[in-house]
Nanobody, 125 residues
Framework: QVQLVESGGGLVQAGGSLRLSCAAS????????MAWFRQALGKEREFVAA????????YYADSVKGRFTISRDNAKNTVYLQMNSLKTEDTAVYYC??????????????????WGQGTQVTVSS
């Protein structure tokens, strides 16, 4: 079992930055592919970014490419999402996800079997 706890969300003005963190329990964190998804009010959950178990492969949604960066520290069992140049359309609950059976960076929600509770990000104009 893996437990994921997100932190770092909050209220920020458009153009600003936030860094989300996702702390994972479990000794096998380094073997998990990790990702961030988000869900805006009234919309379906969507993929944001993913990172392979080793951290040498990443994948981004077109909407965040060039603005967001996913990274991981396997020694700290933590994955990060650095969000720069935030836009009002980035407002959503952001979820961390872990895949116990995929090692590469994948974008499909069904590939991930562990999910955090989410952290709210609100970008004001």
């Amino acid at each position: 079992q893996v437990q994921l706890v997100e932190s770092g969300g909050g209220l920020v003005q458009a153009g600003g930055s936030l860094r989300l963190s996702c702390a994972a329990s479990g000794r096998t964190f380094s073997s998990y592919s990790m990702a961030w998804f988000r869900q805006a009010l009234g919309k379906e959950r969507e993929f944001v970014a993913a990172i392979s178990w080793s951290g040498d492969s990443t994948y981004y949604a077109d909407s965040v490419k060039g603005r967001f960066t996913i990274s991981r520290d396997n020694a700290k069992n933590t994955v990060y999402l650095q969000m720069n140049s935030l836009k009002t359309e980035d407002t959503a609950v952001y979820y961390c996800a872990a895949s116990g059976w995929r090692s590469d960076a994948v974008s499909l929600a069904y590939e991930y079997d562990y999910w955090g509770q989410g952290t709210q990000v609100t970008v004001s104009s």
